[in-house]
Every structure is written in structure tokens, then in C-alpha cells.
């Protein structure tokens, strides 16, 4: 089911802390993803969200972890063609940062599908040339050597695990200053309708802050002060 373009525009006024909170409460703890953080100049101050299309990589095998498997029809090369445009490419890189999965060409690439950004655990090569792309990169850092040093790819959509978080093609990740959180597909329409509304919950607290109102049964509000947000809210 492709997210709609409504829901895209209402994630991305969401802040991944929010999203988090929000999850939390319907018991969903582990969604943020450990390692992805902003990499690029493009990714920092940024909110993005896609639906996600996922990669996996596994621990490097000699014989099958050389140069020539960047020609097999199972690489990289031909899943970024199969990639549609608005989705976001996350990489289950196992935590392996001394080998940068992609690097310039590839990331040119992604960027010119219209990928909206590039999320993993792992690293990326080429640094400058990837930043000269344009495309915004969430990851562990940057590293020389070629994946194949470290790391065998094996398939693209199918279930991951980036940053210890299961992830599933057509899942909803967004990335901001704070990482990347996914959203399982099915509950994206009820998630970033609670998330909306508690950020315009937070809102209403920052201004009750800034008035010098002191935090407690305003943080978290309690019942007197829910009321006041609820009367106050739709004037």
C-alpha cells in the first residue's frame, strides 16, 4: 500500500522523538534505529520520510565477497533499480563499520531514482563524492574499504534487522536530527494521527512554559490542565 501523499506531509512536521513517544505508549519500544545518524549536509536539519526499501548484507565469504559479484544479477547494482522513487533504501549492514556498503557512483545513482535517502547501520565510502551527490545519507560513519572487505550481499526485500530494529519492505521510517524511527505499515494512519495531536499537545505546553508555569500536572498534563488544553485548543 503506497503512503499517501498526505501522510508523508503530516509525518514530516513529526519529530522522530514524537513518533517514538507515541509508539511507545501502543508498546512498540524498539523502533529507533541504533547507529543511523545524520552523515550529510543534506541529511542534517532535515525530516524525511518513505516507505522503506530494505537490503541485507551478510558477514563476508571469500568466495562469493569479491569485485566480480558487483556484476551478479544478486547486487547491489540491481537493487537500486528496482527501487521505486520516494522510497527510503535501508541497509541491514550488521553493525559493520570499517567497509562503506555504498559509495559516490552508487549513491549518485540512488539519487537520481529519486530515492529520498539512504539509511544503515553501516558505513559509506567515497565520502566526498557522496556529499557532492546530494543524496541525505542516515549512517555509522565512513570507511574506505569496499563492502565486499567485510560484508557478502544477499537480497533485497525481504525483512531486515537495521540498527537491532525489525524492519519490513513498505514499513514507514523517518529520519531526522535524532535517527531514524520506523513505523509498521499498519499503524502509520493511527500513529501520525496521535502523533499530530501530540505535537500540538507539546505546543500548547512550550507556551504555558514560556509563561512561567511550573512543570508539574503541566508535564505530563493532568486532568485540570487537560481540560484547559481542550478548551484552549479550538479557539
Given at each position: 500500500?503506497?503512503l499517501?501523499?498526505?501522510t508523508?506531509a503530516?509525518?514530516?512536521t513529526i519529530?522522530?522523538?514524537t513518533?517514538?513517544?507515541v509508539?511507545?505508549?501502543k508498546?512498540l519500544?524498539?523502533?529507533?534505529m541504533?547507529?543511523?545518524?545524520p552523515?550529510t549536509?543534506?541529511?542534517?536539519?532535515?525530516?524525511l520520510?518513505?516507505?522503506?526499501f530494505t537490503?541485507r548484507?551478510?558477514?563476508a565469504r571469500?568466495d562469493?565477497a569479491t569485485?566480480?559479484?558487483?556484476?551478479?544479477?544478486?547486487s547491489?547494482?540491481?537493487a537500486?533499480?528496482?527501487?521505486?522513487?520516494?522510497?527510503?533504501a535501508?541497509?541491514?549492514?550488521m553493525?559493520v563499520?570499517d567497509?562503506?556498503?555504498?559509495?559516490d557512483?552508487l549513491?549518485?545513482?540512488?539519487?537520481?531514482?529519486?530515492?529520498?535517502?539512504?539509511?544503515t547501520?553501516?558505513a559509506?565510502?567515497d565520502?566526498a563524492?557522496?556529499?557532492?551527490?546530494?543524496?541525505?545519507?542516515?549512517?555509522?560513519?565512513?570507511?574506505?574499504?569496499p563492502?565486499?572487505?567485510?560484508?557478502?550481499?544477499?537480497?533485497?526485500?525481504e525483512?531486515i534487522?537495521c540498527g537491532g530494529v525489525?524492519v519490513?519492505p513498505?514499513?514507514?521510517?523517518?529520519?531526522?536530527d535524532?535517527?531514524?524511527?520506523?513505523?509498521?505499515?499498519a499503524l502509520?494512519?493511527e500513529?501520525t494521527?496521535?502523533?499530530l495531536?501530540?505535537?500540538?499537545l507539546?505546543t500548547?505546553?512550550m507556551?504555558?512554559?514560556?509563561?512561567g508555569e511550573?512543570?508539574?500536572?503541566l508535564?505530563?498534563?493532568?486532568?485540570?490542565?487537560?481540560?484547559r488544553?481542550?478548551?484552549e485548543?479550538?479557539r
Open positions: 500500500m503506497a499517501e501523499a498526505a508523508r503530516a509525518l514530516e519529530t522522530t522523538a513518533l517514538t513517544t509508539l511507545l505508549k508498546g519500544r524498539n523502533v529507533w541504533r547507529g543511523p545518524q552523515f549536509p543534506t541529511a542534517r536539519g532535515q525530516r520520510v518513505g516507505e522503506a537490503l548484507f551478510i558477514p571469500e562469493l569485485p566480480a559479484s558487483w556484476s551478479s544479477p544478486i547491489t547494482r540491481a537500486i533499480e528496482a527501487m521505486p522513487a520516494g522510497c527510503i535501508v541497509a541491514d549492514a553493525g563499520t567497509a562503506g556498503i555504498f559509495g557512483i549513491c549518485a545513482r540512488l539519487a537520481k531514482r529519486g530515492v529520498t535517502a539512504l539509511v547501520d553501516g559509506v565510502r565520502v563524492g557522496v556529499v557532492s551527490t546530494g543524496l541525505p545519507v542516515w549512517c555509522a560513519g565512513g570507511a574506505a574499504p563492502s565486499v572487505a567485510g560484508l557478502t550481499f544477499v537480497s533485497w526485500q525483512p534487522g525489525a519490513f513498505g514499513d514507514v521510517v523517518v529520519v531526522d535524532d535517527g531514524a524511527v520506523l513505523i509498521p505499515q502509520v494512519a500513529v494521527a496521535e502523533s495531536e501530540q505535537e500540538k507539546e500548547w505546553i507556551a504555558k512554559i514560556s509563561a511550573a512543570l508539574p500536572g508535564y505530563p498534563p493532568n486532568a485540570e490542565n487537560k481540560a488544553y481542550e478548551a485548543k479550538g
